[in-house]
């Protein structure tokens, strides 16, 4: 007897999301470029850029559920090795690249402070996209996030501690503040009023998406006497970084033996970064050299894009151990 196996449909805040991360990275493109081409009308909003990172982390927050905490609980030992992978991978390619290329103080420091950011917002929905594992993805970006208040400034001062002086108290309580209180926040108010939540999760990702291009376009604006001189430099940079992570997140997930969707769920988690939280950091404690905040900069255009083309590329490639499709892809993005 055959068993006919059936695939719930996308819904509609799915397709929403969907929809979002394909035209993010134009957005994101458009607002690098204002602020680059208008630096005296976007600088000045680098002081908000704080809180403009505290509402997308609220709108990580309001979606998730009891159920993506469950699935934590259901496979730790998975969960745990993406968290290895993701703080110990991106980090040390950032060290290695700085050093690689010779980079100037500030320009290494910006790099190195990318790869010690926990997972980037919009991985969900790439791993979603790549028919990957999408409870994974969630599970990895959900810890990295709630831990990043200690392994960033500590992983920051260890590997960037001789470029500049690293304030790891500060950076601290800035992440518990921009990071984990919104995050909670979001958590919080979709428990108290989930009926509101569900019928608003549409404008989620726009929010976010609005609030990561202000944030690109006031760091580049702040940062664009630098992109001028070492535009080239920081670009090849990001692209080796973020390259990299991809590939050697998934070698990570097939060095472990796990299946087709965990291999592409865990190459976004560790090559795609919350860049946002990097460039609100880089602009708050080391304001003195505008060049730091460049490469979180470049590297929120950049991932989003190759992220992008890598999920398109891996859901047209078959994946024999495929199970059903994930319930849904976080909003976001």
């Not at 002081?47 to 905490?69: N, Q, R």
Request: charged letters at 10%.
């Amino acid at each position: 007897m055959t068993t006919t196996r059936t695939f719930p449909a996308r819904t509609r805040d799915d397709r929403n999301a969907v929809f979002a991360v394909t035209v993010f990275p134009l957005l994101v493109i458009a607002a690098g470029a204002a602020g680059f081409w208008l630096p005296h009308t976007f600088a000045p909003v680098t002081s908000a850029v704080p809180y403009l990172l505290g509402v997308v982390m609220f709108c990580m927050g309001v979606t998730l559920t009891p159920p993506d905490f469950a699935r934590i609980a259901r496979r730790p030992w998975v969960v745990l090795l993406g968290l290895v992978a993701h703080y110990v991978i991106m980090p040390l390619v950032g060290w290695a690249i700085a050093h690689a290329l010779g980079l100037p103080p500030a320009l290494a420091v910006g790099v190195i402070l990318v790869g010690c950011a926990p997972s980037g917002t919009a991985s969900n929905v790439m791993a979603y996209l790549a028919k990957g594992d999408v409870a994974l993805s969630v599970s990895v970006a959900t810890i990295s996030t709630l831990l990043a208040p200690v392994l960033t400034p500590l992983l920051t001062l260890w590997l960037a501690g001789h470029y500049l002086h690293v304030p790891a108290g500060a950076m601290f309580v800035d992440i518990v503040k921009t990071v984990l209180l919104p995050v909670v926040a979001g958590v919080l108010v979709r428990l108290v009023a989930a009926r509101w939540v569900d019928r608003a999760a549409a404008a989620f990702p726009w929010l976010s998406v609005a609030a990561i291009a202000v944030i690109v376009a006031a760091v580049m604006g702040n940062s664009a006497d630098a992109f001028r001189t070492s535009g080239l430099l920081v670009i090849l940079a990001v692209v080796l970084h973020n390259g990299f992570g991809l590939f050697l997140g998934y070698l990570a997930g097939r060095a472990a033996r796990l299946d087709q969707r965990a291999r592409r769920a865990l190459a976004f988690e560790v090559g795609m970064q919350n860049s946002g939280l990097a460039a609100s950091l880089a602009a708050a404690h080391f304001a003195a050299m505008p060049a730091a905040a460049l490469p979180p900069a470049v590297f929120s255009v950049w991932h989003n894009i190759s992220g992008a083309l890598t999920a398109a590329w891996m859901a047209r490639r078959p994946a024999p151990e495929t199970a059903p499709a994930p319930e849904r892809a976080t909003a976001s993005v």
